[in-house]
């Protein structure tokens, strides 16, 4: 039968569902209740009967239905299933768009699905600066499926002896978004980002090229002598370092304390588990020097109900909502012209006097600074946080740090 611009023949099937018009060699116009009307390319495979859709009409003319039927009556002949060769070209061209994708695109993507997560928004603001700084002027245009380890390198070699511990979270952060992007389909194959088995063979290990630097810490004779002259300055910021060394504590943690987390009748502070480095809650044993502080610093905390609001910072800053900034110990150090010291030295100078002054077991003294066990049998094993030895050796730091200078030397029986 010759064709036309019209259909040669017509079937029509007057059951339940639509009428359906055949042109034949398998293509098939279907006109649903509504009027609406759509090719169909009707075909065998392995003697099973499927329905293709080829596009509504009149958006598809007759002749480009021909056509499309003709192809597809081909791959039928050649043994191929239209449908899943259809399926196959989608997926390829979804595989060609995602490997499109650049690096800035999934990194923020990766930032953003990952934020809820993190600890603080602090975190997320390092992610997004030192890729800004380091990654994106070199990879951040480029197709994830383009990276490699060459590239990865070109980023890494400028920082990687200069700044070890910047660099090691840069390529870290790298592996991470990479690893993202593979799950996701958009690249392929090991990630040029890997340390082990991959980067390993090309850069030296960051402990061949670290550059130790410690805080700045007082040697702990000194003390007794610092505490006086910091006890004798005003201000909110004096009396965040003064606590800050009575409980060992990380500038952070102080700044960012809130009166909810203070116990005064147990004399505990508990920091809650967002807020510590480790990810866990953490008790701190508070000396009567500690709660001296506190009580200096309350008359200036928000009030409710006639008692501290629970929600205000123990160390307000200017707006008594807010804390203190995290600046103002360091300025306090340069006011008091001990520009030579970091707050965070502190806590070196608590571990010394700890080891050297005291008999108190190492793991205490680590459990006092909040340190995660190295060791993973040990802490398999230990569930306690040591809290009553804690109380009596941060009792005997207070003491130490009012002085005399010489000290006092703790015996093996009190801090067994």
């Not at 690096?103 to 800004?132: M, S, V």
Request: hydrophobic share 45%; charged share 25%.
């Amino acid at each position: 039968m010759a064709r036309t611009g019209k259909l040669s023949a017509v079937e029509v099937t007057k059951a339940t569902g639509p009428a359906v018009l055949h042109d034949g060699g398998g293509l098939y116009l279907r006109v649903s209740a509504t009027g609406a009307k759509s090719w169909v390319f009707r075909f065998q495979l392995d003697g099973k009967r499927r329905d293709m859709g080829l596009g509504p009409f009149p958006d598809r003319s007759l002749a480009e239905a021909r056509a499309k039927a003709a192809e597809h009556r081909k791959l039928r002949h050649e043994g191929i299933d239209p449908l899943d060769a259809k399926a196959a070209h989608r997926q390829a061209q979804r595989v060609s768009v995602a490997k499109g994708r650049t690096f800035r695109e999934c990194a923020g993507e990766f930032i953003d699905k990952n934020r809820a997560g993190w600890r603080n928004a602090k975190h997320a603001a390092q992610w997004t600066a030192t890729l800004a700084t380091y990654v994106y002027p070199t990879l951040g245009e480029l197709p994830v499926s383009a990276i490699d380890a060459g590239l990865v390198v070109q980023v890494l070699d400028p920082i990687w002896a200069e700044k070890p511990e910047t660099a090691g979270r840069v390529r870290g952060r790298i592996e991470a978004v990479l690893d993202a992007a593979t799950v996701r389909g958009f690249r392929q194959g090991p990630n040029p980002a890997q340390w082990k088995g991959n980067l390993a063979h090309i850069l030296p290990a960051r402990g061949k090229v670290r550059k130790v630097e410690h805080h700045a810490a007082l040697p702990f004779d000194h003390m007794p002598e610092f505490l006086a002259a910091l006890r004798g300055r005003e201000g909110m910021s004096a009396r965040a370092l003064e606590f800050a060394i009575l409980t060992a504590a990380r500038t952070g943690e102080v700044l960012g304390a809130r009166w909810g987390e203070i116990d005064l009748a147990a004399k505990v502070w508990v920091v809650p588990a967002e807020r510590m480095k480790a990810g866990r809650e953490h008790r701190v044993p508070l000396s009567d020097a500690a709660l001296a502080v506190l009580d200096k610093a309350r008359p200036l905390a928000l009030m409710r109900d006639g008692a501290a609001d629970p929600a205000a910072p123990v160390f307000p800053g200017p707006r008594r909502a807010l804390p203190l900034s995290n600046m103002v110990l360091l300025m306090l150090l340069r006011r008091m012209k001990r520009a030579d010291l970091t707050a965070h030295g502190f806590r070196s100078t608590f571990s010394d006097w700890a080891a050297e002054r005291t008999a108190y077991p190492r793991e205490t003294v680590e459990m006092a600074l909040a340190h995660t066990v190295e060791n993973k049998v040990e802490r398999a094993y230990r569930r306690g946080d040591l809290f009553d030895k804690r109380r009596q050796l941060m009792d005997a730091w207070a003491r130490f740090c009012e002085g005399p200078a010489s000290g006092e030397v703790v015996s093996l029986r009190a801090g067994a």
